[in-house]
């Protein structure tokens, strides 16, 4: 099966494009993303990156000196990219305004998240950057098989995959003319989790059902926890565990007598140095869970299996990979394996 669909994301990438993916890009470049079709003239010099998961699929391509901005951080970038990420502006921690992106006079403004950069674009929509002749791309992940025209989080239609982060690392590596990049990349991400999943095969933890809360608007107030078509479905997926949430919402708030029902094994805790809502704090979140008379009784609180995981591993990204790891670990831990 993974054969299969990496077979076809490569097919369909390059159906996108006007040259091969594999081979040198011959500009004009011109894809399809999104929904719209974007053409390149040449290797984009200046990019505003729009969300923490893509500024780090950038850095990981090499792409740290065409950033001229950044925007959009949940926690610290990762380890590796510490030092280079302190030496680029950063317009926002969250929603940097139009005036601000436009002001760093990019020729690519890349975003993780259709609503900062779309229909109902909160920093801006792609034709208000077209028409500046700013060319924009968008995430393959936040927009195959997801529909976001409410405004909240999307619903996604399909379950996440790993090949719509691959997808992206393949057609930014062409934008950019760095296919080599983008392929020993990719070849190293599924390597990993290739060897996380392995890890915990046969295991116990079959269907064990597992929770994640990323946070919530009231400290005892109804959750986000990840739905069923979600990157954490995917790492749910991955080690064979079942997720409690069934809704195709992509962070569906929930109510913990619901979530109680399902008395999941496991609850993984987003951890995050963003405090835009009163549960961002995971500290809050377990002093919640051990307190609240209907948390506390969950199976997984009274046995203390709470997995913390950095939000960006729970957003599809590069970091998903880390999500399966942590959790396949968290598991054997808890003694669920055989």
Same mark, same amino acid.
């Given at each position: 099966m993974r054969q299969f669909l990496q077979a076809f994301s490569l097919i369909a990438f390059t159906a996108g494009l006007s040259a091969p993916a594999m081979a040198a890009t011959q500009y004009p470049l011109t894809i399809s993303n999104c929904g719209q079709t974007v053409t390149f003239d040449k290797a984009p010099a200046k990019i505003v990156s729009i969300g923490q998961g893509m500024t780090e699929i950038l850095f990981s391509l090499g792409l740290k000196d065409r950033i001229a901005g950044t925007a959009v951080w949940v926690g610290p970038v990762l380890l590796q990219f510490a030092?280079?990420?302190?030496? +680029?502006?950063?317009?926002?921690?969250?929603?940097?305004?139009?005036?601000?992106?436009?002001?760093?006079?990019?020729?690519?403004?890349?975003?993780?998240? !259709?609503?900062?950069?779309?229909?109902?674009?909160?920093?801006?929509?792609? !034709?208000?950057?077209?028409?500046?002749? +700013?060319?924009?791309?968008?995430?393959?992940?936040?927009?195959?098989?997801?529909?976001?025209?409410?405004?909240?989080?999307?619903?996604?239609?399909? #379950?996440? /995959?790993?090949?719509? &982060?691959?997808?992206? &690392?393949?057609?930014?590596?062409? +934008?950019?003319?760095?296919?080599? @990049?983008?392929?020993?990349?990719?070849?190293?991400? !599924?390597?990993?989790?290739?060897?996380a999943t392995a890890s915990i095969s046969g295991a116990a933890a079959k269907n064990l059902p597992v929770v994640f809360w990323f946070s919530s608007k009231e400290v005892n107030g109804d959750a986000f926890i990840a739905g069923k078509n979600s990157a954490p479905a995917y790492i749910l997926k991955s080690i064979g565990a079942r997720n409690v949430v069934t809704t195709e919402e992509e962070w569906p708030l929930v109510g913990w007598e619901t979530i109680a029902e399902a008395n999941p094994s496991v609850i993984v805790i987003a951890t995050m140095d963003r405090r835009r809502y009163?549960?961002?704090?995971?500290?809050?979140? &377990?002093?919640? #869970?051990?307190?609240?008379?209907? /948390?506390?009784?969950?199976?997984?609180?009274?046995?203390? @299996?709470?997995?913390?995981?950095?939000?960006?591993?729970?957003?599809? /990204? +590069?970091?998903?990979?880390?999500?399966?790891?942590? #959790?396949?670990?968290g598991i054997k831990a808890f003694g669920l394996t055989q």
């Open positions: 030092a280079d990420n302190a030496k +680029i502006r950063r317009l926002a921690d969250n929603d940097p305004s139009f005036e601000a992106v436009v002001g760093q006079e990019p020729d690519l403004v890349a975003a993780e998240f !259709e609503w900062h950069v779309g229909a109902q674009g909160s920093v801006g929509k792609r !034709e208000q950057f077209s028409e500046l002749g +700013i060319n924009s791309y968008i995430a393959p992940a936040d927009c195959v098989a997801k529909i976001n025209a409410d405004g909240g989080d999307g619903v996604r239609r399909e #379950l996440f /995959t790993m090949e719509l &982060i691959y997808q992206e &690392i393949r057609e930014l590596s062409a +934008i950019f003319d760095i296919s080599d @990049r983008g392929d020993a990349l990719i070849s190293e991400l !599924e390597a990993r989790e290739a060897k009163a549960a961002d704090d995971p500290a809050v979140k &377990i002093d919640f #869970l051990e307190k609240d008379p209907v /948390t506390s009784q969950l199976d997984a609180v009274k046995n203390r @299996r709470f997995v913390m995981m950095d939000a960006q591993s729970m957003n599809p /990204t +590069i970091r998903t990979i880390d999500g399966i790891e942590e #959790l396949a670990s």
